[in-house]
T-cell receptor, first 116, second 109 residues
Framework: NAGVMQNPRHLVRRRGQEARLRCSPV?????VYWYRQLPEEGLKFMVY????????ESGMPKERFSAEFPKEGPSILRIQQVVRGDSAAYFC??????????????FGQGTRLTVV | DAKTTQPPSMDCAEGRAANLPCNHS???????VYWYRQIHSQGPQYIIH???NNETNEMASLIITEDRKSSTLILPHATLRDTAVYYC??????????FGQGTTLQVKP
């Protein structure tokens, strides 16, 4: 998947704890997208970020979820006070700076969050 | 975002061509058709994309009808490793990929 690195691959959290998911895009890519996939369901768009900016967060739950993509370092998806319903696979995708509709996005292998 | 319609599932014999259809009747003139697939629970894998001309790469061919209201992804010689969920997505200027339910392709020996 063209170098998008997500970590950790698996994350277990108790209810009420915080979960931090990291995404390092392909080198040189400045656009990052986060998706969530609940068990046995399709991928749902969450948020689209460029360096230091949130472009589209229309798919983010209104509470407990936040995302950032700082000037330096990976993109972070943060879930506060996790609940069992947050258990899912979270995928990150990245695309180059010259983002147009004619540019493909590459996905990481995902982080599987389990809330116990 | 233009909506896409795909059959929920398809079978294909190993070594034969797999033809996966997609309807996107509300597609706009500047929207591209993208295909991704997801094997087991791995991250989605890019396959191919196009605007109006047919496209071919090392993985597949994409045939887009002249009116652009439908397209077909062709895997010329399907293998067992091609068993996956295939997503047809219409993407606009936002660059956001909106996944539908896709087609589950089962390649059988």
């Amino acid at each position: 998947n063209a170098g998008v690195m997500q970590n950790p691959r698996h994350l277990v959290r108790r209810r009420g704890q915080e979960a931090r998911l990291r995404c390092s895009p392909v080198k040189g890519h400045s656009h990052v997208y986060w998706y969530r996939q609940l068990p046995e369901e399709g991928l749902k768009f969450m948020v689209y970020l460029q360096k230091e900016n949130i472009i589209d967060e229309s798919g983010m739950p209104k509470e407990r979820f936040s995302a950032e993509f700082p000037k330096e370092g990976p993109s972070i998806l943060r879930i506060q006070q996790v609940v069992r319903g947050d258990s899912a696979a979270y995928f990150c995708a990245s695309s180059p700076p010259s983002r147009t509709v004619n540019t493909e996005a590459f996905f990481g292998q995902g982080t599987r969050l389990t809330v116990v | 975002d233009a909506k896409t319609t795909q059959p929920p599932s398809m079978d294909c014999a190993e070594g034969r061509a797999a033809n996966l259809p997609c309807n996107h009747s509300t597609i706009s003139g500047n929207e591209y058709v993208y295909w991704y697939r997801q094997i087991h629970s791995q991250g989605p894998q890019y396959i191919i994309h196009g605007l109006k001309n047919n496209e071919t790469n090392e993985m597949a061919s994409l045939i887009i009808t002249e009116d652009r209201k439908s397209s077909t992804l062709i895997l010329p010689h399907a293998t067992l490793r091609d068993t996956a969920v295939y997503y047809c997505i219409v993407m606009n200027y936002t660059g956001k990929l909106i996944f539908g339910q896709g087609t589950t392709l089962q390649v059988k020996p």
